[in-house]
């Protein structure tokens, strides 16, 4: 390894110090104060060292180490490009090919032999890259070390005197790197007694400000202020707000989860923000707001995204580039202002009328909405297979700040998509488009194969004779919803299809006429009414048992006795709660002959009172003009706390909705709801937000009833899967204990409303 140290060393000003007595002429001034001089490792002497320190975290992208820089030119090998950095405006050039590049590891390789720059300006020549990782990695980065944004306006100079305040030299500095080694020297120079800045100094800070400063300790508050509000004055809250709301933002850095690289952030006026990942919005309903205080500048992000939420410090603000850090993370976002769109109007124009396009202003409302930009300059949007479609105009035009495309005369969506966009960004797949505070962006689906999906099928459905009624968009009704301006028609005959007559026209519900019978079906484009698919339905009717279902069911309703001697309320319509939605009519009975008759119907069956502790109801059930009677067998038990037999829990469970009222002394389950579907197994659990399918039964053991939960997967709730004893019973209140942990307990009351 070569070792070279270079510096600008003043040594004709230390001989000066040897050979004072031979001056013929000695100048006599006043006598320097101590706020005049300058005394090594004061404040001021410190400040200033740090200012002129070599800024090592300004060539990052180069070397990855804030405490060395790489000495330019440097030749480099980016993904197979061969780079030769000559200057600092060079590095942005790199960052840009970075940002570009798909590699994530091995990014960037140097040409060795290459000269890195430590902070006091020494520097050592590297040969491998062996090497240099050593130092990447014993690089220890202190914020304090350099001071960034604020530079010396040279040339300046110091006065030198002697002992006697003789002034004896003027010495003149020309840069950072002469200054640190005349600084770096007065503190190794034992000969040296007075050293004296000479004013008035100027500063140039890194926002364009600067500043004259005419004392010692007006030049020390300029560089204090400096280095505290490095980033800060260069981007002020205000011009920050403009900043974030001009443009779409890139992350270019996610220090632990890389996948967020290459996600776009949209700063909204009205403070919300949205992210965009290839066309798709991720968590619009986003708030973002500034925050100044006395530590510096705070983006804070409101969103669902934990990664993203909380208050980011605002560490870096300069050239269109944002570094925000937050708990440990550190996220860089690079505006993405799109001057050169790559594309001319011409080549916009023959894009847009190439396909559909899928489009999205990041609320969700077009999801299944597409726009068709069309010669004659209509614009059609479309919902899934929709026979008919959103109608307007389109038209695109140059000005000087860009290319605009304008929709006009729309019969809907006026207040989202109505008037002139600016494309601020445009792919052969993909154009982005801004007015005011919104953002759409459009995404071409050229789907090739956009029909096949579409193939002959049958529909089966029960009847009497072989007559039965259809739903005939029913068939391929998994297609879509991607038919755009098609729209899906039927026909009887193929030859009405051809001709395009006679079209079904209430396809929801088409009659039969034959069994079978074979439906003709043909996608055509709304616009030209051109066939571009065709595809048939099979209608097939057969005799079914239309009540299978209730045939399948041993309704018995079961009551407790508690002992009031008095009528007994029922709920009839739960006995063939699950069957009765495929029924066109169920009414309620007494007797046999009120229910083969169909009279003196029972008016509430939901509340039906008896006196008796057994009794029989009749259901009479109509399907198709066909009517079957099936009993409900009502019995009232005597029901003791911990005694119910397994029919008892049963009876009890499916005659009400519950809830979990304690679970080990805690209400914390009580907003769900349980309701015990009969025979089915099921039990459906649910919440103002969330419904779960789970599943239950109960058996009979020698301890007593135990009721088994399971498939349970909602939050927190699913602690009741496994299985539960039943050691009180009553028909308000079930209270449970876990088989496996007693000590566990539920207790569940009843919800009859």
């Avoid at 900043?243 to 403070?271: H, K, R």
């Avoid at 595809?535 to 041993?554: G, H, K, M, Q, R």
């Avoid at 699913?718 to 449970?736: D, K, Y």
Wanted: hydrophobic share 40%; net charge negative.
């Amino acid at each position: 390894m070569k070792i070279k140290l270079k510096y600008l060393f003043v040594y004709l000003l230390f001989a000066l110090f040897y050979f004072t007595s031979c001056q013929e002429e000695i100048t006599d001034i006043e006598n320097p104060n101590d706020q005049e001089t300058i005394i090594s490792n004061s404040n001021l002497a410190i400040l200033l060292s740090r200012t002129t320190a070599n800024f090592g975290a300004a060539d990052d992208i180069l070397d990855g180490a804030s405490c060395f820089s790489v000495e330019l030119p440097v030749t480099v090998e980016v993904s197979d490009i061969t780079m030769i950095i000559e200057t600092p405006s060079d590095l942005q050039q790199l960052e840009n090919l970075y940002n570009e590049s798909s590699m994530d590891d091995d990014f960037l390789d140097f040409i060795f032999p290459i000269t890195i720059v430590f902070s006091d300006y020494s520097q050592i020549v590297i040969e491998n890259e062996d090497e240099l990782q050593d130092f990447v990695s014993d690089c220890e980065t202190e914020d304090a070390d350099a001071i960034a944004c604020v530079d010396i306006v040279y040339p300046i100079s110091f006065s030198v005197f002697n002992a006697d305040f003789n002034l004896i030299d003027t010495i003149v500095i020309e840069s950072d790197e002469a200054l640190h080694g005349f600084l770096d020297n007065l503190e190794d120079d034992e000969n040296v007694v007075v050293v004296s800045l000479n004013f008035p100094v100027n500063l140039q800070y890194s926002n364009g400000d600067s500043i004259e400063v005419n004392s010692n300790e007006e030049l020390a508050d300029a560089i204090e202020l400096a280095g505290d509000d490095c980033f800060i004055d260069d981007c002020s809250e205000a011009s920050l707000v403009s900043s974030l709301e001009a443009c779409p933002w890139e992350i270019t850095t996610y220090s632990s989860l890389p996948e967020f690289i290459g996600m776009d952030l949209v700063f909204y006026s009205d403070n919300t923000f949205a992210f965009y990942q290839d066309g798709n919005t991720y968590n619009f309903v986003s708030y973002w707001s500034l925050i100044t205080t006395e530590n510096g500048l705070y983006l804070n992000l409101e969103t669902d995204f934990e990664d993203f939420n909380g208050e980011w410090h605002v560490v870096e603000c300069a050239n269109a580039i944002l570094q925000l850090t937050k708990e440990g993370q550190t996220m860089v976002i690079n505006q993405e202002c799109e001057d050169d769109l790559g594309c001319s109007l011409t080549d916009i124009s023959s894009i847009l009328q190439e396909c559909p396009w899928d489009f999205s202003n990041g609320s969700g409302n077009f999801e299944t909405n597409q726009m068709i930009f069309n010669a004659n300059g209509d614009v059609q949007i479309s919902e899934g297979m929709a026979a008919s479609a959103i109608g307007g105009s389109w038209d695109l035009s140059a000005t000087d700040a860009g290319i605009w495309l304008t929709f006009a005369e729309l019969t809907a969506f006026q207040e989202s998509l109505h008037g002139d966009w600016l494309i601020v960004e445009c792919d052969t797949d993909r154009i982005v488009l801004h007015k005011d505070d919104q953002t759409l962006v459009l995404e071409q689906n050229c789907n090739t194969d956009l029909f096949s999906c579409f193939e002959n099928t049958q529909l089966i459905a029960c009847g009497i004779d072989g007559f039965a009624t259809f739903n005939l968009t029913e068939a391929n009704a998994e297609c879509g919803p991607d038919l755009a301006i098609y729209g899906i028609y039927y026909y009887e005959s193929e030859s009405d299809l051809q001709s395009n007559i006679n079209r079904i026209y209430t396809p929801e519900s088409y009659s039969n006429m034959y069994n079978p019978t074979v439906i003709y079906a043909a996608i055509i484009n709304i616009y030209d009414e051109a066939i571009v698919h065709m595809f048939t339905i099979d209608l097939i009717v057969e005799n079914c048992n239309y009540f299978a279902c209730f045939e399948s069911v041993d309704a018995v309703l079961e009551l407790c006795d508690e002992g009031t001697d008095g009528l007994y309320e029922f709920d009839l319509s739960i006995a063939f709660a699950d069957c009765t939605p495929t029924a066109d009519l169920v009414t309620y009975h007494e007797t046999l002959a009120d229910a083969d008759s169909g009279s003196n119907i029972i008016v509430n069956p939901a509340s039906y009172s008896v006196a008796d502790v057994s009794s029989t109801i009749y259901a009479r059930v109509e399907i198709e003009n066909q009517v079957d009677i099936f009993p409900i067998q009502l019995n009232v038990m005597t029901c003791n706390a911990g005694n119910c037999s397994e029919a008892d829990v049963d009876g009890i469970l499916i005659a009400c909705e519950w809830n979990i009222t304690s679970y080990n002394g805690s209400d914390n389950l009580s907003h769900y709801n349980f309701h015990f579907e009969y025979n089915s197994g099921i039990v459906v659990i649910y919440t103002d937000s969330i419904t779960i399918d789970a599943t239950w039964n109960t058996s009979q053991t020698s301890d007593g009833v135990i009721i088994d939960f399971s498939n349970v997967t909602g939050p927190n709730i699913q602690a009741v899967n496994g299985s539960w004893l039943v050691v009180e019973c009553t028909a308000n209140q079930l209270i449970l204990h876990n088989v496996n942990d007693s000590s566990l307990e539920i207790v569940l009351d009843n919800n009859c409303e």
